[in-house]
């Protein structure tokens, strides 16, 4: 899979009764338009169903231009109806992050489970490489750009740690804890992923 430094990261929530018509609107709509952006080279989607935020969508940049540049900004201005409707039904329950990556290990996109860790901790490099998570596939360590647009200003940061099983991830987030302002969530995968 192709690897950029650039990661635009969506997370959402709506009323569990609206589920499939979030996941009906990703598929036949919202992933093919995002994906058809210049310099967008993959969309992914993974699930956690205790986050407050069940839903994340990954989308996996050349560099971090391209959420402020004019393809992502034409697309976010010229609604669909149907995506004016998902609007109105996630409402504040939706995030959106833009990153620059810092560090990265390991091949993305072939595994079932991320462990997401978002915190005020700048990841150090080779931090990984001495504590590498049994059945991790890949590690990738990324700062909101700009750091002050960071929706929440102690989670500058965002680590994906991508594993080959739910429960390997599960096991990893057992042994990193949840140490001060960190937010952690193991998603499994859902949908189809899109490579550009």
Partial sequence: MKTGDGLIVVWMNVDPRHDEELHDWYEGEHVAEVAAIDGVLSVRRFFDPSHALRYMAMFECV???????????????????????????????????NYRLLHAV????????LLVVQSDITPEDGAFDSARPHGCLSYRAYVQMPPENAFRPEHQHLEIYEFDDKDASDSWRLSLGAGGNADLSVRTRTGTPIIT
């Avoid at 391209?66 to 409402?91: C, D, H, S, Y």
């Avoid at 390991?106 to 489970?113: F, I, P, R």
């Fill in 63 to 97: 560099d971090e231009t391209i959420e402020p540049g004019a393809g992502f900004q034409k697309m976010v201005e010229n609604a669909t109806p149907w995506t004016m409707r998902i609007r109105k039904l996630f409402g504040e329950e939706r995030r959106r992050g």
């Fill in 106 to 113: 390991g091949n993305t996109g072939e595994g079932a489970a």
